[in-house]
């Protein structure tokens, strides 16, 4: 038997469509699910053209649906369990994986909402607890409209901290004054006063005018770069107090950030914020919107 999915296609438009794989078989320690909902990000539509995902072989990252089979050594969710999950090959019709790539999602939060978590919500809880967020710290959130965006806004005004959204018009900071922001600004020149904690996620000039605006001792994340322009720092830019700029990658085995991030969604802490939802048949018009900026938060698939 074969899955439906999406799968890298150098002879289809920017490398995406939709391909026949080998039906999943879990392994120990995993569990099948069937997708039910599966959520676009910028990692994808790079991942495609990248080499980093071969031809053929399925695309995607974040998913939710319902455990069609338990894991035979029996950790993990029972079947009929509905899961939100963060793994490679995530735009399947079925899928297999890790016991820890999964949570558990209660009835209280829909798996649309729940499939919208996983990338980029992950990203911004994992950066700021790098960053040490904290009550009353200055956090700058650049990109601030995008999907990491938004639950970096959320979640650092949860933990206390006073929060600056950057965003690119100001059409793009509709609702992140209401998601907790203390400050919605165009650009990054209206600010004034140094911040202790930046998550960039535009990269090129705005990575090096956020560096100069971070306080010593603040933490710069570098969690993305839609931008695709480069980051020249001026002389002597690093010579200084000190601060950081830190990479960052999502590393898998995120059984327990997904259950954070769920539970924080289920308390109303956490809102995933859909700006695109329909069918995987429209993938290229989920993909088109994302790549020219017109996504206000995530975009997500139906698969069924």
Do not use: C
């Not at 495609?48 to 050594?73: E, K, N």
């Not at 956020?210 to 710069?220: K, Q, T, V």
Request: proline fraction near 7%.
């Amino acid at each position: 038997m074969s899955t439906r999915a999406l799968i890298v296609d150098p002879s289809a438009p920017a490398n995406i469509g939709f391909g026949e794989i080998a039906d999943p078989v879990a392994g120990p320690g995993q569990l099948l699910v069937d997708v039910v909902h599966a959520s676009l990000n910028y990692a994808d539509l790079n991942n495609a053209i990248s080499g980093r995902v071969p031809a053929g072989a399925p695309l995607g990252l974040d998913a939710a649906g319902i455990v069609l089979q338990g894991a035979s050594d029996g950790s993990g969710p029972a079947a009929g369990t509905r899961v939100v999950l963060f793994a490679d090959g995530a735009f399947a019709e079925r899928v297999a994986v890790d016991v820890l790539a999964v949570a558990e999602v209660p009835d209280s939060v829909g798996l649309a909402e729940a499939a919208a978590l996983p990338t980029a919500g992950l990203a911004a809880l994992r950066s700021l607890r790098a960053a040490a967020v904290a009550p009353g710290k200055r956090v700058l959130v650049t990109g601030a409209s995008g999907g990491v965006g938004r639950y970096a806004v959320r979640l650092a005004a949860h933990a206390g901290a006073y929060t600056i959204a950057s965003v690119g018009s100001p059409a793009r900071g509709n609702g992140l004054a209401y998601a907790g922001a203390d400050e919605v600004v165009v650009g990054l020149d209206d600010i004034k006063e140094p911040v202790d904690i930046v998550v960039e996620t535009v990269g090129g000039p705005h990575l090096v005018t956020a560096w100069e605006l971070l306080a010593p001792g603040g933490s710069l994340q570098s969690v993305g770069w839609t931008s695709g322009e480069p980051a020249v720092f001026p002389p002597y830019a690093t010579v200084g107090p000190p601060k950081t700029l830190t990479s960052y990658v999502n590393q898998f085995g995120a059984a327990e950030d997904l259950a954070e991030l769920v539970r924080l969604t289920a308390e109303g802490a956490l809102v995933p914020e859909i700006g695109w939802r329909g069918s995987w048949e429209r993938f290229a018009e989920a993909s088109d919107a994302l790549r020219g900026r017109r996504v206000p938060g995530k975009a997500v698939f139906d698969l069924k």
